[in-house]
């Protein structure tokens, strides 16, 4: 069977556990050589490395913070020095602070803050880091949430900000690169099962389930084919749009 991204490499920040490891395979099944970032859990990144390679393509782990927005450079330049050139871009790494109101005396202003650097910050960097080394016809696809456009529950303003404000970047950064055949889209993750979910899961109304017509959470893998195919050849023209993968939630 043909390798539809053979040839290709893909950056995938936040790559070394849950969805961004998921797509990291993902990836790698349909032939692109995979680069990662991380922030901390290097021993995490080498195995997602190692377990890339095993599938026959080229795989690397670098460290970055996407919350100092100054390393997104850095990134992408030592990506393109390893491999020859960079071709996709997948904005994964992000952070979930839930949980309070935004009346509440006790608000953690200092982690929203962080989140907001993360979240918001971070991606408009790579993605304009990006965008000076990507060929034509190439793919940035950034991860978002079904928050981004519906309020489900209270305690998470500043989460569901962070992911409508990447809606709204992406719809602008797919004008601006157009004319290059480079298509700039969000996949729009409902609940899943990863690490960042189940920090956040005691904030979660017991009805959840309830607002799903398709009453499961998404499996990674789920999310990951969509993210693959908004970077293969069959999605070409498809860009500034918000592909929602969440289970009808409030359809």
Request: hydrophobic share 50%.
């Amino acid at each position: 069977m043909t390798k539809v991204l053979a040839g290709k490499v893909v950056l995938i920040t936040g790559g070394s556990r849950g969805l961004g490891a998921a797509t990291a395979l993902a990836f790698a099944g349909e032939g692109a050589d995979v680069a990662i970032s991380y922030v901390a859990s290097e021993e995490k990144a080498a195995k997602v490395a190692r377990d890339v390679s095993a599938l026959g393509v080229r795989a690397r782990a670098f460290r970055a913070d996407q919350g100092d927005p100054s390393q997104s450079e850095p990134l992408v330049r030592a990506v393109v020095e390893h491999f020859g050139h960079l071709d996709i871009l997948v904005n994964n790494a992000a952070v979930a602070v839930q949980g309070k109101r935004v009346d509440d005396p006790d608000l953690d202003v200092a982690a929203l803050d962080r989140q907001w650097a993360i979240n918001v910050a971070g991606v408009i960097a790579n993605i304009r880091a990006a965008a000076k080394v990507l060929p034509e016809g190439g793919r940035i696809i950034s991860v978002g949430s079904g928050l981004g456009t519906r309020s489900l529950f209270p305690g998470a303003t500043d989460y569901a900000a962070t992911k409508a404000a990447v809606n709204g970047y992406t719809r602008g950064a797919a004008r601006d690169l157009g004319p290059r055949n480079i298509t700039v889209n969000v996949v729009q993750a409902g609940i899943m099962d990863t690490d960042m979910a189940a920090s956040a899961a005691h904030n979660l109304p017991p009805s959840v389930l309830d607002m799903h017509p398709i009453r499961r959470i998404a499996t990674v893998e789920e999310v990951a084919a969509a993210i693959v195919f908004l970077a293969g050849p069959n999605a070409g023209y498809i860009t500034g749009s918000v592909l929602d993968v969440s289970g009808g939630v409030l359809s």
